[in-house]
C-alpha cells in the first residue's frame, strides 16, 4: 500500500525581511519543494484612488509621490504627463529636459536598491552598502533641487515645483563620471560573483509569451528577451530625441528569462540611462520652469490612459474627468502590482530558499502594489 | 497596424449586435461599447484573429458611472439607485503595436460581466480588484475573492460614489 502524502502550507509574511514591506505569501510546499504560491496583499491599502477623487489635479501629486515611493519622480512625470494630455497643454523645453534627467536619476537610485536588496535578500550584505552609498549622491542631487530626499512632489502640471540649483548641471556631470566606473565595480563585486550565479542563473524562469500574458512589463519582460521599452514604443515627453539601447536578457550564465537575467537587465539599463542623462545635461534650454502652469487645472471631459516606462514597467494612469476640478476617477496601474501576480506562475518547482531570490528579481514596491 | 474605427468594422462584422458602439467623442482614443456577456468572446477573437493579435492587456478598471438618480436615505445620506456600472479593457498588441479600448456597462444593481481572465491572465488581480471596490461579478472567474480590503470586509465596495465608511469592522470602531 502507498504511503499517504499530502502538502504542506508554510506562511511566509507579512512580517518578513525578504518581502520589502508587507506581504503575505502562503507557499503550499511538498517536501522542500513548492507547489503553489498565493500573495496576499492590500496591507498598505490607502485607498489612493478614493482619496484622489476628492482632491484637486495638484492635489494627487503628493499622493502618486507615496504609491512607488523608489522612485516618486517616475511617478510624478506619469501623472503629470497624463493630465497634461488631458488638457492638451504643451510644456516648455527645459521642463521637459529636466524632467527627463530627473527620470533617469530616479531609474539608477532604484535599479541601487533593487540590485542591492536582491543580493542582500540572498546572503550578498556587502554590495547592499556599495550601492546605498552611490544612491546618496542621486538623493543629495534631489534633496538640492528640491529640498526632499524621498518624496519630491517635483514635477507639476505643466512645470516644475522649483528650478534646478545653479550646481546641479556640473555635479550631474561630476556624478555620472564617478557613478560609471562603479558599475563595473558591481558586476566584479556581485553580478559575476560566483555564489550569486548559482542561486539565480536557471531560477524563476519565465517564458516570454506566459510574460506577455501576464501583462509584465519593465525589466521582468525585457529579461524574458523582448526589447520593449515605451521610452521607445510609445514616446512621452522628448525621449525620441535620445539614442539608447534597449537592454534584454540573453541567458548569458543560464536560461533566458531567470533570475540573473531579469537582474542584469538592470545594471545594464543604469549604463543607458546615463547614457540618455549626459545626452541631456547640456542642451537644457534656458527658460522658466513654471511658465506654462495653469492657474486652474479643470480638464475638459473625457478619459486618457496614459503609460509611461518606471523602473519597475508600464505605470498607466487612466483618469476620466467629468469637467470638474477634481478627478472623476483615477485608476492606476502599477507595474509592481501587474508583476507580483507572476510569483505563483515563477516558485512553482522551486526550492523555499528561491523564493526569496524570485521575489527580489521581480522588484515589486508594496506602497505601490497595494496603493 | 489598425485604427479604432477598422477595429470596430472587425468586431461589428464578426459579432454585429454584440458590440454596442463606437465612441469618438472624447478628446483621446476611441472607446468601443460591448456587451457585457460577450466580453470573453471578443476577447478571444481580439487576441487569435491574424491581423489584430491583441496579445496584453494593459489594464483592466471598474468605474462607477454614478449616472443613476440620487435619493437621500433616512439618515440624510446619498444613496444612488439605478444607473451602471462600467468596466474599461485596455488592450495592446505587442508585436502590432496597435492599441484599443473596450467598455462594457453592467446595471448597477445587478452588475455582471463575463470574465477574460483565461485570455490574459493580467485580468485575474483587476478583475478581483474592479470586484473589491464596485462589486462587479465577474462570470466564470476563477477566484473571485476581495484582493486590497478584508477578506470579511462587510461594508460594501469603497469606490462606489454613494459609499458610507461603516461605523464598525468587525465589533471595532472605524475609525479607531
Given at each position: 500500500m502507498a504511503l499517504k502524502t499530502e502538502t504542506m502550507v508554510l506562511n511566509m509574511g507579512p512580517q518578513h525581511p525578504s518581502t520589502h514591506g508587507v506581504l503575505r505569501l502562503e507557499l503550499e510546499l511538498e517536501g522542500e519543494v513548492i507547489v503553489n504560491v498565493k500573495p496576499h496583499i492590500g496591507y498598505l491599502h490607502r485607498c489612493f484612488e478614493k482619496h484622489a477623487e476628492v482632491m484637486t489635479y495638484p492635489q494627487v501629486i503628493p499622493y502618486t509621490d507615496r504609491m512607488d515611493y523608489l522612485a516618486s519622480m517616475s511617478n510624478n512625470f506619469g501623472y503629470v504627463v497624463a493630465v497634461e494630455k488631458l488638457l492638451g497643454i504643451q510644456v516648455p523645453d527645459r521642463v521637459q529636459y529636466i524632467r527627463v534627467i530627473m527620470a533617469e536619476l530616479q531609474r539608477i537610485a532604484s535599479h541601487l536598491v533593487a540590485l542591492g536588496t536582491n543580493g542582500l535578500d540572498i546572503g550578498a550584505f556587502t554590495p547592499f552598502l556599495y550601492l546605498f552609498r552611490d544612491r546618496e549622491h542621486i538623493l543629495s542631487l534631489f534633496e538640492m533641487t528640491c529640498g526632499a530626499r524621498l518624496l519630491y512632489n517635483y514635477m507639476w502640471v505643466g512645470g516644475l515645483s522649483h528650478d534646478i540649483h545653479p550646481d546641479f548641471v556640473r555635479l550631474t556631470k561630476e556624478f555620472v563620471n564617478y557613478f560609471r566606473p562603479t558599475i563595473t565595480e558591481l558586476n566584479n563585486l556581485l553580478t559575476f560573483n560566483k555564489i550569486f550565479i548559482e542561486r539565480t542563473a536557471n531560477i524563476g524562469i519565465l517564458p516570454l509569451d506566459t510574460a506577455i500574458n501576464f501583462g509584465a512589463t519593465g525589466p521582468v519582460l525585457r529579461g524574458s528577451g523582448l526589447a520593449f521599452d515605451l521610452r521607445r514604443e510609445d514616446p512621452y515627453s522628448i525621449y525620441d530625441r535620445f539614442n539608447f539601447e534597449i537592454p534584454t536578457g540573453k541567458g548569458l550564465v543560464g536560461t533566458i528569462g531567470d533570475c540573473w537575467d531579469r537582474y542584469y537587465v538592470r545594471v545594464l539599463e543604469m549604463e543607458q540611462s546615463l547614457r540618455i542623462i549626459e545626452q541631456a545635461i547640456d542642451p537644457i534650454p534656458e527658460g522658466d520652469v513654471q511658465s506654462a502652469i495653469p492657474k486652474r487645472v479643470k480638464p475638459p471631459k473625457g478619459t486618457v490612459y496614459s503609460r509611461t516606462e518606471n523602473p519597475r514597467g508600464e505605470l498607466g494612469y487612466f483618469i476620466i474627468s467629468d469637467g470638474n476640478v477634481n478627478p472623476f476617477r483615477i485608476k492606476v496601474r502599477g507595474p509592481s502590482f501587474v508583476n507580483l501576480e507572476l510569483m505563483g506562475e515563477l516558485c512553482k518547482g522551486h526550492l523555499v530558499a528561491d523564493v526569496i531570490a524570485i521575489l527580489g528579481s521581480i522588484d515589486i514596491v508594496l506602497g505601490e502594489v497595494d496603493r | 497596424m489598425k485604427n479604432p474605427e477598422e477595429i470596430f468594422e472587425i468586431l461589428k462584422k464578426e459579432f454585429g449586435e454584440s458590440i454596442l458602439a463606437i465612441d469618438k467623442d472624447v478628446p483621446t482614443e476611441p472607446i468601443i461599447a460591448v456587451d457585457p456577456m460577450y466580453i470573453n468572446k471578443v476577447g478571444q477573437f481580439l487576441r487569435e484573429h491574424e491581423e489584430l493579435k491583441f496579445d496584453s492587456l494593459m489594464v483592466l478598471s471598474g468605474v462607477d458611472d454614478a449616472n443613476g438618480t440620487k435619493i437621500k436615505d433616512e439618515?440624510?445620506?446619498?444613496?444612488?439607485?439605478?444607473?451602471?456600472?462600467?468596466?474599461?479593457?485596455?488592450?495592446?498588441?505587442?508585436?502590432?503595436?496597435?492599441?484599443?479600448?473596450?467598455?462594457?456597462?453592467?446595471?448597477?444593481?445587478?452588475?455582471?460581466?463575463?470574465?477574460?481572465?483565461?485570455?490574459?491572465?493580467?485580468?485575474?488581480?483587476?478583475?478581483?480588484?474592479?470586484?473589491?471596490?464596485?462589486?462587479?461579478?465577474?462570470?466564470?472567474?476563477?477566484?473571485?475573492?476581495?484582493?486590497?480590503?478584508?477578506?470579511?470586509?462587510?461594508?460594501?465596495?469603497?469606490?462606489?460614489?454613494?459609499?458610507?465608511?461603516?461605523?464598525?469592522?468587525?465589533?471595532?470602531?472605524?475609525?479607531?
Open positions: - | 439618515d440624510e445620506t446619498e444613496v444612488i439607485s439605478g444607473g451602471t456600472l462600467s468596466v474599461y479593457y485596455h488592450l495592446h498588441s505587442v508585436y502590432l503595436k496597435h492599441k484599443i479600448t473596450l467598455k462594457v456597462s453592467t446595471p448597477r444593481d445587478n452588475p455582471k460581466a463575463e470574465s477574460v481572465e483565461s485570455i490574459w491572465k493580467t485580468a485575474d488581480w483587476h478583475e478581483r480588484e474592479a470586484y473589491d471596490m464596485f462589486g462587479i461579478i465577474f462570470l466564470n472567474h476563477p477566484d473571485l475573492r476581495r484582493i486590497l480590503m478584508p477578506y470579511d470586509w462587510e461594508a460594501g465596495y469603497p469606490l462606489r460614489k454613494d459609499y458610507k465608511n461603516p461605523e464598525f469592522y468587525q465589533g471595532m470602531k472605524v475609525p479607531y
